[in-house]
């Protein structure tokens, strides 16, 4: 079965600064991987996702997320952070023909300084 | 127009008593979830179905019972409401399988057992 490690709980930033937030998978094939977003008080919006193809991939908002076979991560990316991109960040993972569902990683909570 | 909906959005009980949550999606997905995220935001699956047949049952006591009259809706209910139900629950959907499919979520409904 598939698992998903968020190393960091809690990240701060101060706006206008980079931003990496780390996702490490666990599984035998080539894992579906997606990231979430989840402001205060709601749904889950994704991010981006990766199937197959480049490893780098573009999402939504100005975020990226690269996948790297060697480390088993899918870390998640944005160049210059904005106030409105504080929130609480998952990282999960699926797989074809194996459990039929999607594994959340714990999450990392994003606080942004002015 | 809303593509995943929930009704209630909050919902504040007694202990003991019988709640139910109603999900509609109106994305043309076949499969359904429905996951609880509990205070520290661990989200976790809990049901889904595809095509109106239930694929994952995870272990979820038997108060719960989830129920898909037809594609479009997941409504889930709850028996002898615990102090330990409270939580979010979030309502997704898909189309194909959990596995692989993007799932989009609905707003949650936050639920209090007193």
């Known amino acids: 079965a598939q698992s998903v490690t968020q190393p960091d709980i809690h990240i701060t930033v101060s706006e206008g600064a980079s931003l990496e937030l780390r996702c490490n998978y666990s599984y035998g094939a080539t894992p579906y991987l997606f990231w979430y977003v989840q402001s205060p008080g709601q749904g889950l919006q994704l991010l981006l996702k990766y199937f197959s193809g480049d490893t780098l991939v573009q999402g939504i908002k100005g975020f990226e997320a690269e996948f790297k076979r060697s480390q088993s991560s899918f870390n998640l990316r944005k160049p210059s952070v904005h106030w409105s991109d504080a929130a609480e960040y998952f990282c999960a993972v699926g797989a074809q023909g194996g459990s039929e569902k999607l594994v959340f990683g714990k999450g990392t909570k994003l606080t942004v300084n002015p | 127009d809303t593509a995943v909906s929930q009704t209630p959005k909050y919902l504040v009980t007694q202990m003991g008593n019988d709640k139910s949550i109603k999900c509609e999606q109106n994305?043309?997905?076949?499969?359904m979830y429905w996951y609880k995220q509990d205070s520290k935001k661990f989200l976790k699956i809990m049901f889904s179905y595809n095509n109106k047949e239930l694929i994952i049952n995870e272990t979820v006591p038997n108060r719960f019972s989830p129920k898909s009259p037809d594609k479009a809706h997941l409504n889930l209910h709850i028996n002898s409401l615990e102090l330990g139900d409270s939580a979010v629950y979030f309502c997704?959907?898909?189309?194909?399988?959990?596995?692989?499919?993007?799932?989009?979520f609905g707003p949650g409904t936050r639920l209090l057992v007193l």
């Open positions: 994305l043309g997905h076949d499969t």
């Open positions: 997704a959907s898909s189309l194909g399988t959990g596995g692989t499919g993007t799932q989009y």
